[in-house]
Every structure is written in structure tokens, then in C-alpha cells.
């Protein structure tokens, strides 16, 4: 029987999360330049989520990871605004519920962190994920919000969590 846990990452999962992160782009064909594949935080994630008003949780399935999803303060822009980042599973996990577990305890941080509005940047490929945004409650922006450095994202949008 597989078991299934949600919890804060640890030092030792910096490994394992970014493979599962990296995994994702060439399974759905999408550009490694400009995204998270190549982010400076990606191998150092555990480090990247220990600010203030920040998070980063792991999913584990009889003790390893196989995905993660975290909340942050949106660089560069209003203070009330975070960003759910680096949302991923890996396709053992899928289609189990537990993305959905994820967003919501993501979105149950952002709103005790007391962030007013959580955004969000996605691949155009990721059509299940921008589904559950978008039945979640999230709208489409017209043009991406801060300087998160993603430039080959090209779907941005935006929640209200009061």
C-alpha cells in the first residue's frame, strides 16, 4: 500500500526535488531557457524557501519525493502578493488527488502568511494544471506581474485569497 505525505522540505531533499522538477520539461516539451529548469533556486531548495513569509513543501510517497510546491513573496511588486512556485509532480503521483492537497495547503500558507492575492506563472503545455487554477479561482492575466526571471512562461494569473 502506498503512503502518502505532505511536509516542510528538508536539506536532503534538494536532490531529489530537482530532478522531479527538471524531469517535467522535456515530458512536456517545454523550453529549459528562462522557466524554472534553469533557475538558480532549483538546485538549492531547501535554502531558497527560508525567508520570512515563504514555503516550500514535499510530497512523499513511501519516503521519496515525488513532488513539491511552495509559496514566496512575488519579487519585485506589492508586498500583499505572493507567488505559488515550482508545482510539481512526478507522473507516478498524478491523477491521485494529491495536486490538489498541495494547492490547498499552499493557498492555507499564503493566507496565514496574510498575503491578499496569490500569483502564478505556467506553461501553455501544463493544461490540467491551468485547469485546477482556473476552477480554483485563478483569472488569466494579460502580462506577467514582478521580475521572477521566467520569461518563457506564457500564462500568468492571479487569485484573490481574502
Known amino acids: ?3 502518502f505525505l505532505i511536509r516542510k522540505i528538508k536539506p536532503e531533499d534538494n ?7 527538471k524531469d517535467i520539461f522535456p515530458e512536456f516539451n517545454m523550453p529549459m531557457v528562462g522557466t524554472a529548469y534553469e533557475d538558480k533556486e532549483t538546485p538549492r531548495m531547501f535554502e531558497s524557501y527560508q525567508g520570512e513569509k515563504e514555503v516550500y ?3 512523499e510517497e513511501n ?4 513532488g513539491g510546491g ?3 513573496p512575488l519579487r519585485d511588486f506589492e508586498t500583499e502578493v505572493c507567488e505559488l512556485q515550482k508545482m510539481y509532480f512526478s507522473p507516478t503521483i498524478r491523477g ?7 494547492f490547498d495547503k499552499c493557498m492555507q500558507a499564503a493566507k496565514d502568511f496574510g498575503y491578499r492575492k496569490c500569483y502564478l506563472e505556467s506553461a501553455l503545455q501544463l493544461k ?8 480554483n479561482g485563478f483569472i488569466h492575466l494579460d502580462k506577467p506581474l514582478g521580475n521572477t526571471g521566467h520569461y518563457s512562461c506564457g500564462v ?3 487569485k484573490d485569497l481574502e
Open 15 to 21: 536532490t531529489a526535488i530537482e530532478k522531479v522538477i
Open 1 to 3: 500500500m502506498n503512503t
Open 156 to 158: 500568468w494569473m492571479i
Open 63 to 66: 519516503g521519496t519525493v515525488v
Open 57 to 59: 513543501y514535499i510530497i
Open 96 to 102: 491521485k488527488g494529491l495536486g490538489k492537497k498541495m
Open 70 to 72: 511552495g509559496i514566496k
Open 128 to 135: 490540467v494544471a491551468i485547469h485546477i487554477y482556473e476552477k
